[in-house]
């Protein structure tokens, strides 16, 4: 094997793949070292596998209007497993080596600027991209390392659905994976510590998925604290506080769904010079961290850690460091829970504009029931929120509903392109599509 390329990428995920992928494209002599396997978190324990039960689920939920019977638990993950599987197989290392990509499985970590060892084997570049991604966050919860909590690293690998099941966290992944085992049969209770669910997001649209969440049967508990944990028996236990009254909650497990941390640990970072700030690898708009010749991209850098933004952080990387023609980072952003409605959104909320803009802000709004098509499909749970300056100048937009993640696309494509929210009245959509919610739009008086 080689010992010296033009390009080190140092793990395999969104942005590693992205970032090789790019290089190979340019000609460049890759290698690439994963300590798993391609396709990192999204592939393995996130994007993927939680699609494919949330699939699966809604397949349940809307079988079950028609008698359906009980679940097959043991079927079920292992479909999860199968698919998962079946979507590795574009990132898999066959077709790194057939897009002319070396390919390393082993523990990198630096030893200088321009050298990584491997398994006692030393390797040297002239630039490198750092892309190792994010671990779960598991809080110094008293007794909870105690009760073998569930992450989304562990819950697909489940061979049985619990009988029920603690989630503690009502981010993207806890709100997902709540709704999901619930409509599964598993009995779910969801523990949030802020006032409301998904607390980034609109306060009137994540409203509505919470009581969507509580009418499918998914115990809400917001403004709601852990403070201990333990097992006994069959049971794990989960003692909580609301409103200084204290209650202990039981299920089956507990799965942690409360953010993730980079995983800068081992990698020897300080060894090569590059600065780690809070937690994150420190970059430039470009993806440089403070060693100029290391790049860094996806969850290790966030502050987004989302598949799509690491991949375009690896791509943008290479460009600069090849000086080829590209963007830079901008604050362009959009993500999408999908939960059912699915919830998708992309730059400003109404309070973080009118904190900016103050009165020269604008709110345009449409509901689902706008649309026929939602209507015929009985999917009028939903509304959409934009949020213009002046000019009508898109800040940011959040869709409750329907495919609103392909909704959110249009719009996501009006605002990169700077033209004002009024041009969408002009596309034509096919009808009867959920489109024409689009184009319902209205500015609130």
């Known amino acids: 094997m080689k010992t010296h390329y033009e390009l080190i990428v140092v793990g395999a995920g969104a942005g590693g793949l992205n970032a090789s992928l790019e290089a190979a494209g340019l000609g460049k002599d890759v290698l690439v070292i994963e300590k798993f396997r391609p396709g990192g978190e999204c592939t393995w324990s996130g994007c993927i596998p939680s699609k494919a039960l949330i699939q699966i689920a809604d397949a349940y939920h809307h079988a ?10 043991r ?26 990509i070396s390919y390393l499985n082993g523990e990198a970590r630096f030893v200088d600027a321009h050298t990584v060892e491997v398994e006692g084997q030393r390797l040297s570049a002239d630039r490198f991209v750092v892309a190792t991604g994010s671990q779960p966050a598991v809080p110094p919860i008293p007794g909870l390392l105690e009760v073998a909590p569930l992450t989304n690293q562990s819950v697909f690998t489940m061979d049985e659905l619990p009988g029920s099941l603690i989630v503690l ?17 598993v009995k779910v209770s969801l523990v949030e510590m802020a006032e409301r669910i998904l ?30 944990a333990s097992r006994c028996e069959s049971k794990t236990h989960l003692t909580v506080t609301h409103e200084g009254e204290e209650k202990t909650l039981s299920a089956s497990r507990i799965l942690v769904a409360l953010g993730r941390k980079a995983d ?29 010749h290391i790049y860094a ?32 980072m901008t604050n362009e952003y959009a993500w999408c829970t999908f939960t059912h409605p699915e919830l998708a959104r ?10 900016r803009y103050g009165e020269n802000v604008r709110v345009w709004e449409s509901n689902y029931s706008d649309a026929d098509r939602a209507v015929v499909d009985e999917h009028t749970t939903g509304k959409i929120i934009v949020i213009t300056d002046a000019e009508d ?18 719009i996501q494509t009006l605002k990169q392109s700077r033209l004002p929210v009024t041009t969408i009245r002009e596309l034509v959509h096919p009808y009867p599509g959920y489109g024409e919610a689009l184009t319902a739009l209205s500015k609130r008086e």
């Open 264 to 292: 800068t640990e081992d990698l020897g970072l300080d060894a090569a010079g590059v600065e780690v700030v809070r937690g994150t690898v420190r970059t430039n708009e470009h993806m440089q961290t403070s060693t100029s």
């Open 169 to 185: 966290g009502a981010g993207a992944i806890g709100v997902e994976l709540s709704q999901a085992f619930s409509r599964l049969g």
């Open 64 to 73: 079950a209007q028609f008698g359906v019977g009980p679940v097959d638990g």
């Open 75 to 100: 079927a079920v993950m292992e479909k999860v497993r199968a698919l998962t599987l079946t979507a590795h197989q574009a990132e898999a290392v066959e077709v790194l080596e057939s897009a002319g």
């Open 199 to 228: 607390p980034r997001e609109e306060p009137e649209l994540s409203g509505i998925l919470a009581e969507t969440l509580a009418f499918e049967g998914v115990d809400v508990r917001t403004s709601t604290t852990a403070i201990s």
């Open 297 to 328: 991209a996806g969850d290790i850098v966030g502050p987004y850690q989302f598949s799509h933004m690491g991949g375009r952080q690896g791509r943008v990387a290479v460009r600069h460091m090849f000086n080829q023609p590209g963007d830079t």
């Open 393 to 410: 100048q898109i800040l940011g937009a959040s869709i409750l509903g329907e495919r609103a993640c392909e909704l959110l696309g249009e």
């Open 346 to 355: 992309t730059g400003m909320l109404e309070d973080e504009a009118r904190a």
